[in-house]
């Protein structure tokens, strides 16, 4: 006796309408590519698909530690070691 599950994947498998419409749907749920694409198109994919530079913490926090800078040369100045 065969489960639904099992039944659910031969489906699937089979070239049928039905089941490049579940695996396009599948794939659009879960965030992947839902049609078969080239290699250029995948290229821009992956480009696309990159955190923004604004929203990446390496881009936007280069700062330098200015509060701290300043609380350390206080301190070396109350020392007479920093003008």
């Keep these: 006796m065969a489960s639904r ?3 659910y994947a031969n489906i699937v498998k089979n070239d049928t309408s ?3 419409r579940m695996t396009r749907l599948s794939n659009s749920i879960f ?3 839902t049609r078969p694409t080239t290699s250029k198109s995948m290229k821009v994919v992956k480009i696309l698909s ?3 530079h604004d929203k990446n913490p390496m881009y ?4 330098p530690r200015h509060v701290e800078t300043h609380q350390l040369t ?3 100045r109350e020392y007479g070691l920093y003008r």
């Design 5 to 7: 599950f099992y039944k």
């Design 18 to 20: 039905y089941a490049r």
């Design 31 to 33: 965030g992947e590519i």
């Design 50 to 52: 990159i955190q923004p």
């Design 60 to 63: 936007t926090h280069w700062y």
């Design 74 to 76: 206080a301190k070396l």
